[in-house]
Every structure is written in structure tokens, then in C-alpha cells.
């Protein structure tokens, strides 16, 4: 969508959304509109220019990426580090296994706890999709300014610590780190 195109969408959404709500916060509405296009476009621009041609997946990277942030991790930990689904951990792990890239260690001492670790090969592909990354973030950021990007990183962070409950007040896990696969 080109940017004339965007924003006339912007304005009719807005135009809606006061028509099923006269108190409708429309700038706030705006602001969560391109969140979500943003996520989506710079998610896709990530598997597309990145993961694919490398036979990769953003969740596996994702997955590889908390692991050598954070060392080896339980399944529950690395679904909340990788913000991975608790769902589909178990699918991303087994491929990455298959792969060699991840290695599966149970506890002797509790059988039902399994700690998760990167092979050789894991880390080295995990450093060099990380490249991958950084220069793609960069080319993604050339437009901002230092102190525009760490208001952006701080605006991102202030949104995920003040989610609001859900309905049952029951909170998904709070992804600790950034979706940046």
C-alpha cells in the first residue's frame, strides 16, 4: 500500500470508528493500525530477505537467538524468551533438533524438565542469521534519528509492560524479549 493509499485508509478507518463508538480514541486506533502493518511488513521483509533463502524460520531463529542469549533453557522458559506460542514450541524444536542446530538434554534428577542447547552448528547459523538481522534492522532504521530509535524502543516496551487484562483477567506470558525475527 503506498503511502497516499495508507493514509486514506488511516481516515476512513477512523470515520468507522467513530461511527460505532463517538468516543473512539481514533489516534490511538491509528497508532495500533500501524504497529500491526508495521509487525506484519518487517516480519515478512525478515523471512523474505532473510530466512527462506537460508532454509530458516523466524521461530527458529527466534528460538536459536534465546538460547545463545541466554544459554541453555527449559521449554517453558524458551517459549517466553523466544515469544514463540507454548503450542508450537514443541514443532520448532523438533525441526531444529532434526537439523542439528539444538540438542535436548533431560534432567537426571527431575525426568520431566528437558533443558534445550545449541549445537556447534546451532550457534554458528544463529550468529550469522543475528548478522543478517542487524544489517536488515539497520537498513529498516536509516531514517531515524539515535534519539527517535530509543524512543520508539522505549514507547515498545512501555506498551508491552502496560497490556491491558483480558476479559477472565487470566495474562498470556509477557514476551521478555523483542519479536525481532
Do not use: C
Not at 536459536?64 to 514443532?91: E, F, K
Not at 525426568?111 to 548478522?131: C, M, Q
Not at 531514517?143 to 487470566?170: C, M, N, Q, Y
Amino acid at each position: 500500500m503506498h503511502d497516499s493509499q495508507a493514509l486514506q485508509y488511516e481516515r476512513r478507518l477512523q470515520e468507522r470508528a467513530l461511527e460505532v463508538d463517538p468516543h473512539a480514541d481514533v489516534d490511538g486506533n491509528t497508532a495500533i493500525l500501524n504497529i500491526l502493518r508495521l509487525a506484519n511488513v518487517v516480519g515478512e521483509d525478515f523471512e523474505k530477505h532473510i530466512h527462506r533463502p537460508r532454509g530458516s524460520t523466524r521461530a527458529g531463529f527466534k528460538v536459536m537467538l534465546a538460547v545463545w542469549v541466554m544459554g541453555p533453557l527449559s521449554q517453558t522458559d524458551l517459549a517466553r524468551y523466544s515469544n514463540v506460542t507454548a503450542a508450537s514450541i514443541s514443532s520448532v524444536l523438533n525441526k531444529l533438533e532434526r537439523a542439528g542446530m539444538i540438542q535436548r538434554t533431560r534432567s537426571e534428577t527431575d525426568r520431566r524438565t528437558v533443558t534445550i542447547e545449541l549445537t556447534e552448528a546451532g550457534t554458528e547459523s544463529t550468529k550469522e542469521l543475528y548478522r543478517l538481522h542487524l544489517a536488515r534492522e539497520a537498513a529498516w532504521l536509516d531514517g531515524l534519528s539515535t534519539a527517535e530509535k530509543v524512543l520508539l524502543a522505549k514507547i515498545s516496551r512501555d506498551l508491552l509492560s502496560h497490556r491491558p487484562s483480558l476479559p477472565d483477567d487470566s495474562q498470556p506470558t509477557t514476551p521478555v524479549s523483542a519479536d525481532i525475527g
